[in-house]
C-alpha cells in the first residue's frame, strides 16, 4: 500500500480550504478603481476610463471539483502563456495529441524548456477526478480541448490560456512541496514563481531528475522522454530505494563481520 505523506495530507486539506474560500469571494467592483482624488480631474478621468476598458474575468465554477476559473496576468515574453496562445492561434495542437509532441513556433527561443512546460500541461491535463480533488488544483480538461478546436469566441480561448497557466504554476508548486506560494497562486496573488519558459521550464526539468533518481534510471537518460508522475509516486519510489540501500547496508555489514 502507498505511504500516506502527512504533509500531503496537510496540503490537501489547505488546497481544498482556497478552494471553498475562493468560491464565496466575489470580485472587486468596478466602482473600486474609481476611488481617487476628487480634486484632481485628469486622475479622475484616467482612472474610470480605464476601469471602464477593463474586462471582467469570467469566473465559474467546474463541474469536477469544487475549484474556480482563475486567468493568469502574465501576457508577454517568452512565456508558457505566450506560446499556448500562439500555438491555438495557429491551430497547432491536434485531438489526441499530446501538447508535449506539438513543436513549438520557431520564433520561441528555449524550445527543450518549452517542452518542459508542455509536458505539465498534459500531467495537468491528465489528472485523474480524485488527484484534482485531493490537491485542489483547478480542471483544465474543458480548457485544453477549447485550445485544440479554436473554434469558439476569442475571449474564450485567452481565458482558458489563463486557468490552465495557474494549474500548471500551482501543480509545480504542488511537486515542490511550497504550501504557502501555492494559496498565493490558487487565490489569484503575485508569486515570485511565474510562467517563463526559461524558470518553469528548468524547474520541470528538476523535478523529472528526482523520478529518474527514484526510479533508479541511468543518469544518462533523456529527461524530455520521462513520464511526469505524481509526487506521492515519488515519495513511494524514493522510500523503496532507501529501504532497498539499507537492507543492503544490513547486509554488508553482516558479511564483514562474518
Known sequence: RPRTD??????SHQMRSVAIDTAQARPPAAADAQLVRDD???MRTSTAAAAAAAPSLPIRSSHRSNTLQLVSSTASGNTLTRVLKQMADDKSFKPDVKFAKTRPPNDFAEKSKLKHCLALVDYVNERSDAEIERSGIPDVREEVVTLRSNSGERVNVLNAVGKI???????????EGKANELETTLRGGSSKFTDSATGLGKRVAEYRKRIRIAKGLPPDSKLVDLKLISVEKVKEFEDN????QAREDGNRLLTDFA
Open 165 to 175: 497557466v495557474t494549474s500548471c504554476l500551482a501543480q509545480m508548486l504542488w511537486f
Open 40 to 42: 484632481n480631474p485628469r
Open 6 to 11: 502527512p504533509s500531503t495530507d496537510d496540503l
Open 241 to 244: 530505494r532507501a529501504q532497498a
